[in-house]
């Protein structure tokens, strides 16, 4: 690999990614620049992500192992747990998953950890940081010099990939753990040397690693009990995969499956949609960005939700490891489509309300509607949540036929509306310059403020109940959708949790969501 495909590699996966509907292109919800007042969150951009385009990623997976003291654990890239440290990256295979009997847990083990790094590049923060990132990875690059190392934290990859440029392989444990085979030649005190491609690597915590040098060439690495290094000054792409010996869980062909894909990896994945034209159905894409080896002999795992939705590719193999979703198995081929059944719902349900209710709904409607007091409110989640209700008893009053009632309900939700569009709320919205979002003011510089608002936490909570609301109030009073400060307000809330596009400069894309797991992110 030369050195102007290795930092090819690097810009050309560095732009952020959209979420692009297929069939009318990238198009952002708007452009325009905030005019809430600026502030900045205690929680501080660490300098690894001093590469990164802002707005920037606050809510992802890995993000983390970014905010200072850039010491965290991220959950991923699954199969793996992963800590992107001065001296390389630590990620850890968490075998040993238990339940609580209200929670299912992975838990970092040391005895099932590894350290990845170079032996060139100082043990220093300021020599390592994220270069490039999208929905589905991350790659953090690790330079000094001329030394340089790429670790591409990929999800559902079995491997965990590093590409190095003139560098020298390191590979640690944690303290009290040791190497104790490699290739079928024991370990003892003094240094041994192997040769070849693919290496087999025993620790005495009980887990097998399979070690892989790419390019067709044998390389030489030196092993004792603590410490595998080599080739030195070395230039290519190692990866390395835990073995899974599980009992009840393995297959007798995982390791020739793993060895005989191990050539082909990516760098994360554009995702992409569709919507049928009777909007019923929708396709997600995942194209992945191969960048060495065949495209179509590319192994990525996949959860139990894709699974169920997966059209194409559909080639499921023998390689299979357990998180905290249920297995992850894996799956051949570089253009994942997943085709989804969309809800129907509506502002009403999908049926009418039982009339042997009829009398008790209308009494505890009168009640619910007698108990609303609009005040100033104090904060985003508690009064988003009164805000949603009151504009769910409007629905319901017009279920029942209540046109007795339903002004009544309306200007109550007019009233609870008013205090965050002229500027009386006592929880002001503000813009956070550092990481790029609408926030509660009074939160910036303390986590437990409005359940952690000010430090990106819960947002697509806090602000669903308010889009909700808002979208309730514009079904019954369509005028408030010509008034501007509530256009405005409503726009920053739906950007903050929901931008599609790159092209808004002002907020991330997608805010919480993570695509590949299925689900949002609550913790800023």
Known sequence: MSWVWFMFCCVVIGVRASIINRDTGDIPFSTSKSILPPVQTAAVPGSLLNGVPFPLPADKWWTAMAVTPQTSEVAGPYPYLAMVMDEGIQFCWPRDRTYDGTSVHHS?????????????IPAVTTYRQVNSWDEIGVSVQYKSGQAAMISYLVQGSPYMTFTYEAATPNITLFKGVTFTSISGT???????TVTGQTFTVTVSGGIIWKLYALGGNDVTLSATETEITG???FTGTLRIAALNQQTGQSFPDTESLLDQYSYT????????????????TANVYFEWKVIDGNP???????????????????QLLHVQYLGVRGY???????????????????????????????????KYLDYDVSQIV??????????????????????????????????????LLQELFEPWINGSTKAPPGYETLWGGLVDSNGVTNVNVDFGNGFY??????????LNAAAILAKYDPSWLTYSTFKTYVDALARDIGNPSSLDPFYPVTRHKDWFAGHSWAGG
């Open 231 to 233: 080739p030195s000054i």
């Open 265 to 280: 990896y990516a760098v994360g994945a554009n995702v992409s949609y569709t919507i049928d034209d009777n909007g019923e």
């Open 186 to 192: 024991s370990i003892g005190a003094s240094p041994i």
């Open 296 to 314: 179509a002999d590319l192994l990525v795992l996949t959860w139990p939700h894709h699974r169920k939705v997966l059209q194409a590719p559909n």
């Open 374 to 411: 609009p005040s100033i409110p104090g904060e985003f989640y508690y009064a988003g949540k009164v805000l949603s209700r009151t504009a769910r008893l409007l629905v319901i009053a017009d279920e029942l036929g209540r046109t007795d009632i339903m002004p009544t309900i309306l200007s």
């Open 328 to 362: 992850q198995i894996a799956n051949v081929g570089a253009e994942w489509v997943m085709k989804y059944d969309l809800p129907t719902i509506n502002f009403h349900p999908p049926r009418g309300f039982d009339q042997s209710c009829t009398e008790l709904l209308n």
């Open 457 to 466: 936490q819960d947002h697509h909570f806090h602000y669903g109940y308010h």
């Open 108 to 120: 970092w083990n040391n005895n099932y950890a590894v350290i990845v790094g170079a032996s060139e």
